[in-house]
């Protein structure tokens, strides 16, 4: 059977509130060359890039022929918000005859130009000033097969839809002067990118909660108002329950008081640890699901993010966003495991969806050499190895830099393979933190209630830390609190305590890192039927590159109009399954 692949491109015009204009009132591109898109995991930057043609400079200025009678004129780029007409979001200007017009004398409805009195006779004596693409704005690129666009129903429209993103500058591109390049980031990189605090709430802590606070902070700030992320509070989380019924892709309980918000999430049954998509409410009771994995009476289940158990004191200021969630996403502060998480843009409910999921072990497919795939790159990576790393604590409270070396002599074979950690800088700070917020009175303070100083009081000795003592190779003693009589002690047990947190979260690095992983690019036919869900483990059997029945997690996907890159790599540690 012919397979026809489609793309489509759409620009949501940025107005003068930070917010973006309607996806149905967007402009849709036309001719776009060398469209490509890059969905990734973590850390790792969404993006996308093509070329614009941009003939006669259209992309910029387009121009019509008055003749005294007609005052309307379609525009040939549009449709234009009408927040950019006039006012202070002005971004489209109109001149006759070189002259420019005042507002008053035009109107613009959609993309339609009309004039209250017809322009003279004159051939392209009418210029409009557009910028088509401008930085700031948001793109949207939809990949599918066979049908036209507008032949899509709802669900298939949310699957074509591979990535929304902002535009950095639009550029000339290098392949010719009637072309404009446009290159741009996911929200993963334009919002997180934001310097952030995480605080230590009132009464026990976790990751996911740490995580929520970050991104409350972000949702807070000035010019945040049109990219809000979805998950900043307990109630966007996640929600819980456990199934009452059983039916094919169907999820059922009936105190699950299912509305809209689910519609597009993830959902994990945490009794057999599969996870799906929601792709309808069909009642406060039921739920569509797109894999079949609630087949059992009373399986428990989330809707949304992981939840983590492992208590945990946090707190980090004057760091990226990202940085804070990619070190709460460890397993020193998860206790299970390292979680991935990534940003989605959500079609069901216009919003832009946080995702910070366990990872799970279940694979989802199988990829044979020979038969699903066309072009094949595999090799072990050692660019990633790590076993030494330089970390930073902080300052100890008398100002001494707390940095130190974690090295492991069995990891060999590399060479030494260096890294210097700055994650850890907030060590010091967070333990003094911590000591005044569990008793305030212990402490001098500010005259807004801040602390004030790195020591306690002088009456307040002798002082008894919120931490169980160590001894001078860091070994702690269960159930017994450190204590200091001066403030010289005061300084040494906190240097001590910072240092060696530090140590064991450079421990988790090496850990992680200290083995060549398998990493695999496969190139796989666009008339595929297999669905490749992000974070997920596939079994891959490449016999001629040296893997066998492997498993390999799924971490990036480039997509062209002609071809679909999927990107492996083995996890920090082995799977065992």
Do not use: C
């Not at 491109?9 to 849709?28: F, Q």
């Not at 934001?194 to 929520?212: D, E, M, R, V």
């Not at 999820?251 to 929601?278: H, P, Y």
């Not at 005044?436 to 307040?460: C, M, V």
């Amino acid at each position: 059977m012919v397979v026809y692949n489609h793309q489509r491109v759409l620009v949501r015009k940025k107005l003068s509130d930070n917010t973006w204009v309607a996806p149905e009132n967007a402009i849709v591109m036309k001719d776009v060359v060398g469209l490509k898109i890059n969905n990734n995991i973590g850390k790792r930057r969404d993006t996308f890039s093509f070329d614009a043609r941009n003939h006669n400079n259209r992309l910029h200025e387009t121009f019509y022929s008055g003749d005294g009678t007609i005052h309307d004129f379609t525009l040939s780029e549009g449709p234009i918000p009408s927040d950019l007409v006039s006012g202070k979001g002005q971004k489209v200007y109109v001149y006759i005859s070189g002259v420019l017009q005042a507002t008053s004398t035009y109107t613009i409805s959609g993309s339609t130009l009309s004039f209250t009195s017809a322009p003279a006779t004159g051939d392209r004596n009418i210029r409009v000033v557009f910028p088509v693409l401008s930085t700031g704005d948001l793109l949207r690129v939809y990949f599918w097969k066979n049908n036209d666009f507008s032949g899509l129903n709802t669900l298939d429209q949310r699957n074509a839809l591979f990535i929304e993103g902002t535009i950095i500058e639009p550029k000339l591109s290098k392949n010719g002067k009637n072309k404009i390049n446009v290159r741009g980031f996911g929200l993963i990189d334009t919002i997180f990118s934001g310097t952030a605090f995480s605080k230590n709430p009132t009464g026990t802590n976790y990751s996911h909660l740490a995580i929520q606070g970050v991104l409350s902070f972000l949702n807070n700030l000035g010019g945040n108002e049109g990219r809000q992320i979805y998950g900043a509070n307990p109630e966007e989380w996640s929600k819980t329950g456990t199934t009452t019924g059983v039916t094919t892709n169907k999820l059922i309980d009936s105190a699950g008081g299912f509305n809209s918000e689910v519609l597009g999430r993830v959902v994990t049954n945490s009794t057999d640890g599969t996870r799906t998509r929601i792709t309808n409410v069909d009642s406060g009771s039921i739920l569509t699901v797109s894999e079949d994995i609630f087949k059992t009476n009373g399986d428990s289940y989330y809707i949304g993010n992981s939840k983590t158990t492992k208590e945990i004191s946090y707190n980090s200021k004057y760091r990226t966003a990202i940085e804070i969630i990619e070190e709460l996403s460890r397993n020193s502060k998860t206790g299970d495991g390292q979680y991935i998480y990534w940003v989605e843009y959500n079609t069901d409910n216009d919003r832009y969806d946080f995702i910070w999921l366990k990872r799970l072990n279940n694979i989802i497919d199988t990829l044979t050499e020979g038969s699903d795939m066309n072009h094949i790159n595999v090799r072990r990576a050692v660019d990633d190895v790590v076993n030494a790393v330089i970390f930073n604590a902080g300052n100890a409270p008398n100002g001494t830099p707390i940095e130190g070396l974690n090295f492991n002599p069995n990891i060999v074979g590399f060479g030494v393979r260096w890294r210097y950690v700055s994650a850890t800088s907030g060590k010091s700070t967070a333990l003094l933190d911590a000591e005044f917020q569990a008793d305030k009175t212990l402490w001098n303070q500010t005259s807004d209630g801040q602390r004030d100083g790195n020591y306690p009081k002088s009456s307040s000795y002798p002082y008894t830390f919120t931490f169980d003592t160590r001894d001078s190779n860091g070994i702690i003693t269960v159930g017994t609190k450190a204590t200091a009589s001066t403030d010289s002690e005061f300084n040494d047990v906190i240097y001590t305590e910072a240092y060696y947190q530090a140590k064991e979260d450079t421990n988790d690095i090496i850990q992680l890192f200290s083995n060549p992983r398998y990493k695999a690019d496969l190139e796989i036919p666009t008339s595929t039927t297999k669905s490749f869900p992000l974070g997920e483990v596939f079994t891959l059997d490449i016999p001629s590159f040296g893997l066998n029945s492997s498993k390999l997690r799924l971490i990036e996907i480039e997509r062209t109009i002609n071809k679909i890159i999927v990107k492996f790599e083995e996890d920090e540690e082995t799977l065992e399954l």
